[in-house]
């Protein structure tokens, strides 16, 4: 990338209304070397983590992210973030390439992206008390607010629903939920635009979830700020995005509205994802019987994915075709206008019970079977 590139002007210089495209991902590929041999050195083979993906999220947008572990959600947030670099494909922010922009060049952005990370415990520095770690990007970013920067931390805490007086006090002093929130005001701390909260709630106690991402939510409800919110957690998911995109073994399969993903998906992964949600029945609601649906064995090694489709090794309805193409990710018939499905044979969009379960696993037919 040439050095006179142009990249987005600072927040100052640019008011985006709502509703318009703030991040634009086309074509994103990231392969990791796989070493061995002899010579030791020797590249063997790829790790296809993220194998062309295309994601749009707007201005104030909360987008989800979601797909079982190993998909590559993390290591698209981490490309979008810019702590990898893409193999191909191309990152736009606010309409311009940042794909290979060097650190200099991204210097006047990079307070506009920020991220939370999956693990509170490991994602602050332990001997760093919490107004240093608070301020630390704005010392960086040689951002001098009004008041002051101890000022603005304590404004963060009580933001995030912290104590003001913690300004002095180290990581180990608070529980997950705690350091959590910790992590969300510094992410808070340049006023980003964008936010990629990759897993923000997976490593804490289910009673702290919903706490979390309630001020995530009110966060990014008051202060116009986008998400691109990374999960495996559908519920978590359902309760937080606008619109939602399903990964598969490093592949965008199916992406839409969120009533529309949850309540007419045309893949057979988010069908089957969704049968696997618990449900809950409310004495005296007549709630429709959902199906059930079982896959068979693990997901196929990154190294050597499945020709054509990548599900079609697990998929009830796989064909001859499934192997031969690789399946587009378009509009079908009868389907929302933004709802996109990669699937030569979709699903019947709706997810009451089938006649006869889905049962892909024969082990798992032969137990039952012995049982009954």
């Known amino acids: 990338m040439t050095e006179d590139l142009v990249l987005p002007a600072p927040r100052e210089a640019a008011a985006d209304a709502p509703g318009e495209p703030l991040l634009v991902v086309e074509g994103l590929v990231k392969h990791f070397p796989v070493k061995g041999g002899f010579p030791i050195r020797r590249t063997v083979g790829q790790v296809q ?55 200099k060049q ?31 990007p704005m010392e960086v970013n040689g951002i001098h607010p009004e008041g002051g920067r101890e000022k603005r931390v304590r404004e963060l805490l009580e933001i995030v629903g912290l104590n003001p007086e913690h300004y002095n006090r ?98 057979p992964y988010t069908h089957a994802l969704l049968s696997a949600v618990p449900e809950v029945n409310v004495a005296g609601e007549d709630v429709p019987q959902r199906e059930r649906i079982r896959l068979a064995g693990d997901v196929p090694s990154p190294i050597a994915p499945p020709s054509g489709c990548r599900f079609r090794t697990r998929c009830w309805k796989a064909q001859d075709k499934c192997a031969a193409e690789e399946p587009p990710l378009v509009r079908l018939a009868g389907n929302h206008e933004g709802h996109l499905t990669a699937c030569h044979f979709p699903e019947e969009p709706t997810i009451e019970a089938r006649d006869k379960d889905i049962v892909l696993d024969p082990a798992l037919v032969a137990l039952e079977e012995t049982d009954d």
């Open 49 to 103: 983590a993220v194998d062309g993906i295309d994601l749009t999220v707007h201005v104030g947008e909360s987008f989800g992210l979601v797909g079982e572990s190993g998909c590559g959600k993390s290591t698209t947030g981490r490309l979008i973030t810019k702590l990898l670099e893409p193999t191909r494909g191309t990152i736009s922010y606010r309409g311009k390439d940042i794909t290979h922009a060097r650190r």
């Open 106 to 136: 991204l210097a006047p952005i990079r307070s506009e992206i920020q991220m939370i990370f999956q693990d509170p415990y490991s994602s602050l520095n332990p001997r760093q008390t919490v107004g240093k770690i608070i301020s630390g």
């Open 170 to 267: 180290f990581p180990h002093e608070f529980s997950g939920g705690q350091r959590q929130r910790i992590g969300v005001a510094r992410a808070l701390a340049l006023e980003p635009k964008l936010i990629v909260a990759d897993e923000p709630v997976s490593a804490l106690d289910v009673s702290i979830q919903a706490q979390v991402v309630n001020l995530l939510q009110k966060v990014q409800r008051e202060l116009g700020i986008a998400f691109l919110f990374i999960a495996h957690d559908l519920a978590v998911v359902r309760h937080f995005s606008q619109r939602v995109a399903v990964m598969y073994l490093g592949k965008v399969i199916e992406v839409g509205d969120r009533d529309s993903i949850y309540t007419r998906p045309r893949h």
